[in-house]
């Protein structure tokens, strides 16, 4: 039998079964299923953003030459520390580069497939690594021991990992999507903290308290029905 897909596209229907295992709320969200374990979506997406993540290195360098100044830290009236020039730009790319490198090395032990002898250039063990990884992500995203683990920050799925690496790069660069403010009370909370992102199936909730979920036509007729009653009340 084929198993939830643990990728982002099931983001919406997790959260909703975890609600209805606390208090018992049913919900219609669909889930997706894997094939065999991730989707096609969800596979297609790992492998654009392992071909995109060897531009974003290198973006993430011009950004720390071309990008915000660093600033300081200290008190007023005292001269404050500046970091060294580049400073987070190189925790994140040693960050990126050394973690598809420890992907590399686990599957080529997984594999039995002998290790490249030593280690070039940045650029070059940045193109090396995500062209081995490319050759062997389809195998990854179903044989990895992890492939099975729900996408998450601590996940070692290769595909969770190869996300994170790919939103941390688009954060930095200033390319991440941005969240569609709904300025609508909220049907549950009434708080305007409906959101939004690119790509997402669902309206959003980001009340750590409500976090309730409304499918594009939900949210219409949730609006809808708030100009009615404002409607009403005008003429009262």
């Known amino acids: 039998m084929p198993a939830p897909c643990p990728g982002p596209c099931n983001n919406a229907w997790r959260r909703a079964e975890q609600q209805l295992a606390a208090d018992g709320t049913p ?33 993430i360098s011009l950004e720390a030459l071309c990008g915000t100044a660093p600033k300081t830290t200290g008190t007023i009236g005292r001269a404050g520390a500046v970091a060294w020039p580049g400073q987070a730009a190189r925790l994140l790319t040693d960050h990126i ?34 062209r081995f990884l490319a050759a062997h992500l389809d195998w990854a995203l179903t044989q990895h021991p992890c492939a099975e683990e729900t996408h998450d920050r601590k996940s070692g799925n290769p595909a969770a990992q190869i996300g994170g690496w790919h939103r941390a790069a688009l954060r930095f660069t200033r390319r991440d999507a941005r969240l569609e403010h709904y300025r609508i009370p909220c049907p549950r909370c009434e708080l305007l903290t409906l959101f939004r992102a690119d790509g997402d199936d669902y309206i959003e ?14 949210y219409f007729e949730h609006t809808r029905r708030l100009a009615s009653e404002c409607q009403v009340a005008r003429a009262a």
Not at 27 to 56: F, K, M, N
Not at 111 to 119: I, K, Q, S, T, V
Not at 205 to 218: F, G, V
Request: contains cysteine; proline residues 9%; negative net charge.
């Open 27 to 59: 919900h219609d969200i669909p889930v997706t299923w894997g094939q065999p374990v991730h989707c096609p979506r969800c596979a297609s997406r790992a492998h654009a953003q392992l071909a995109e993540l060897p531009e974003l290195v290198v973006a």
């Open 97 to 130: 580069v050394g973690g598809l490198l420890e992907v590399e090395d686990d599957l080529r032990d997984l594999r039995h497939l002998p290790h490249r002898p030593g280690r070039g250039t940045e650029g070059r063990d940045v193109t090396g690594t995500v």
């Open 205 to 218: 909730c980001r009340n750590i308290n409500c976090q309730l979920l409304l499918t594009p036509a939900e």
